[in-house]
């Protein structure tokens, strides 16, 4: 019989009250030889209760082993730290083609030479999904305490440069491995060792292909004059890197005079030659 919920709770029937000893016959007849006030044994999987009068003790039931969560966050997986290493071959019959391989290409020029220009409308303007990393952008990553070159080479400025490099290979690295080209620029000296092509190579790795863009001083100086801020020299400055950049020639690497060359112009250029670097890497 059902009762309404808030009505009265039925009256007491004999045999039903809470001292009254559970019966397993009450409930479930045809079962001789179970005493009265027995309990009934336990489920499968489930402790038995301890007798009456012990101590009672909480046993958590087991736990199903479940297998681990998937990943459902949607963030690339880190891959492990291995150096770039150098273009596959071109197909058999077919010439290299840059604009639809995976690279890592390091942009080499003097300030006011058009690489971080001539860089991010190259990384912009591929088939394949290309990263563009400047190291100058990643040396003022640091705003407290930046050690500017212009104000002196020394050991700090020199200690946040090799900082910078090296946080550009691991950024380099990863691209790579996930399958993103990138192209990184930089001032690198040929007559300096702390900012020469070893450390770019020790970082990225042996497929790194570095291209040296060099045009005439006077377009360079003209190029500074636009800039401002920390990023614009003295000309006395630009004219001393200029000169030291010279030292390129000769050295093997390939070098682009884009004096006359509008960025696009300095691209496509940049795709041939990196098409000879693929045929035929260059010893450095």
């Known amino acids: 019989m059902q009762h309404a919920v808030g009505a009265p709770l ?10 009254t000893a559970w019966s397993p016959t009450a409930h479930h007849p045809g079962q001789p030889g179970v005493p009265q006030g027995t309990p009934p044994p336990p489920a499968p999987g489930f402790a038995a209760p301890p007798p009456p009068g012990a101590p ?29 290493g150098r273009p596959g071959p071109a197909p058999a019959g077919g010439a290299p083609a840059p604009s639809i391989t995976t690279l890592a290409v390091l942009l080499i020029g003097p300030a006011g030479a058009g690489k971080t220009s001539v860089a991010q409308y190259w990384a912009g303007h591929r088939r394949v999904p290309t990263a563009h990393i400047s190291l100058d952008d990643v040396r003022e990553w640091v705003r407290s305490g930046f050690a500017d070159p212009q104000s002196g080479w020394n050991d700090n400025s020199e200690a946040q440069y090799r900082l910078a490099r090296r946080t550009c290979g691991f950024a380099a690295r990863n691209f790579l491995a996930n399958g993103i080209s990138c192209i990184l620029d930089d001032a690198v000296f040929p007559d300096r060792p702390a900012v020469g ?31 401002s801020g920390n990023r614009r020299l003295t000309d006395e400055e630009v004219a001393r890197i200029h000169g030291r950049m010279a030292g390129w020639y000769g050295s093997g690497l390939p070098i682009i005079d884009n004096s006359q060359l509008d960025v696009e112009g300095t691209a496509r250029v940049l795709d041939e030659v990196l098409a000879r670097s693929i045929a035929s890497p260059p010893q450095w």
């Open 56 to 84: 009672h003790t909480h046993v958590p039931p087991p736990q199903p082993h479940l297998p681990p969560a998937p990943d459902v966050t949607g963030q690339v997986r880190m891959p492990p730290e291995v150096p770039a």
């Open 10 to 19: 039925p009256p007491h029937q004999p045999g039903q009250g809470p001292g």
């Open 197 to 227: 092509l070893g450390g770019w190579k020790r970082h990225v790795g042996p497929g790194l292909l570095p291209v040296v863009l060099l045009p005439g001083l006077e377009i360079v100086l003209e190029r500074n004059a636009q800039r």
